[in-house]
């Protein structure tokens, strides 16, 4: 009985050193080494990563698909899951619209890789809609370089003219990946020159000051949000939530704005009631 345990203990072990380096068991680890499929021309967007069963065009930046190796598209999905969040910078002030930074607050902070804080002119509470209030966590002087900064709106008249607020939001359009405004922030990113030979929207009642203020830009009605590339504007109020799900699918894919999205309940979120301008070198459509 110990002879024919010992045989089959043998046998066992053989056949675990004989199976890798059989040719049929090579053939398999070749056949998914070798696999390939269509994805984005590489455009440095999130849709660079996702993976598609034939050719044709990329719907988020709208590049060719080409085909690649899925066993190298999907190394760099695990390394890219490896770097760091990237930082949301809100910024409140009084009398800013709740919803217009609460909506796009809770879109980065239910997603995956992104760190979000408030920064205001001062560490001093702000009062927002009349009765809430709200302690920035961090200053102009102290805020850590953002990756998207958020400009909501509501009372923004007074901060037009404020200097320090204005630079503060040229120096991060220098190196932030977004801009993303929110109903009347459009005002402070115009002040800021960031509007200027651009499509943008903004809250409907501000249309016309704003085309006023900035008559190098073309202010559009009837638009959920306008991509520019770096500069994204939306409409008023709720419109700040489709325009954070809009950058988290074009940061991180569409299937985790979609996520999102349904974490947060949120039904209306339609991904293309908005326009995508045409970038050099992409070709993009409008969506809106």
């Not at 719907?59 to 190298?72: D, E, T």
Request: charged share 25%; net charge positive.
């Amino acid at each position: 009985m110990n002879r024919i345990r010992r045989y089959r203990f043998l046998l066992l072990v053989a056949g675990w050193l004989i199976t890798p380096c059989s040719p049929l068991w090579s053939q398999k680890v070749r056949v998914k080494d070798n696999l390939m499929a269509y994805y984005c021309e590489p455009c440095g967007s999130a849709c660079d990563l996702e993976r598609h069963d034939k050719p044709g065009r990329c719907q988020h930046c709208g590049m060719p698909l080409i085909k690649r190796s899925v066993a190298l598209i999907d190394s760099l999905a695990r390394n890219q899951k490896q770097v760091r969040k990237r930082n949301v910078a809100i910024f409140i002030h009084d009398g800013v619209e709740i919803l217009d930074f609460a909506g796009p607050s809770e879109v980065f902070a239910a997603t995956e890789g992104f760190t979000v804080y408030t920064v205001s002119l001062s560490k001093e509470p702000i009062i927002s809609q009349g009765f809430v209030k709200i302690i920035p966590t961090y200053d102009l002087t102290d805020c850590p370089r953002p990756d998207i900064v958020v400009l909501p709106g509501g009372k923004t008249g007074p901060f037009l003219n404020n200097k320090p607020l204005i630079d503060w939001i040229k120096r991060c359009s220098e190196q932030a990946e977004v801009m993303l405004s929110v109903c009347t922030g459009a005002g402070l990113l115009a002040k800021a020159g960031l509007l200027d030979g651009k499509q943008a929207t903004t809250f409907h009642s501000y249309i016309e000051p704003l085309q006023r203020a900035t008559p190098k830009a073309r202010i559009l009605r009837d638009t959920r949000f306008v991509d520019n590339g770096q500069i994204i504007t939306t409409a008023g109020v709720s419109a700040g939530i489709d325009g954070a799900l809009h950058v988290v699918a074009k940061l991180k894919g569409l299937a985790a704005a979609t996520q999102t999205a349904r974490y947060m309940e949120y039904d209306k979120w339609k991904p293309d009631e908005g326009l995508v301008v045409k970038q050099p070198g992409k070709v993009a459509a409008d969506t809106r």
